[in-house]
């Protein structure tokens, strides 16, 4: 099982740290990265395995979401099976 991460915000050190951090402390396996800095605008993307998480998947995307709105970032966690229901046409 995987799940779709996604970072926005002011571009500022140690984002990654920060979100690949509490992946670690939840044994969440981050698999792929893709991120770019737009002026000062940082993106990233992630995949990351949640099939060995020691933690809820809820919980875990609600502890992203946290640390996003404490740093002023947009982070989202979703199952990749919802991310690709959504986007099917």
Do not use: P, W, Y
């Not at 002011?10 to 991120?35: F, H, P, R, W, Y």
């Not at 979401?65 to 919802?82: P, T």
């Amino acid at each position: 099982m995987r799940a779709v991460i996604t970072v926005v915000g002011k571009d500022e050190v140690g984002i990654l740290a920060k979100v690949s951090g509490i992946c670690a402390k939840s044994s969440i396996n981050i698999t792929e990265v893709t991120q770019s800095v737009l002026d000062d605008m940082f993106c990233m993307i992630m995949l990351a395995d949640i099939s060995q998480s020691n933690i809820e998947f809820t919980k875990f995307a609600d502890e992203l979401e946290k640390v996003g709105e404490e740093n002023n970032l947009s982070i989202h966690a979703m199952h990749e099976d919802i991310f690709n229901s959504m986007h099917r046409i």
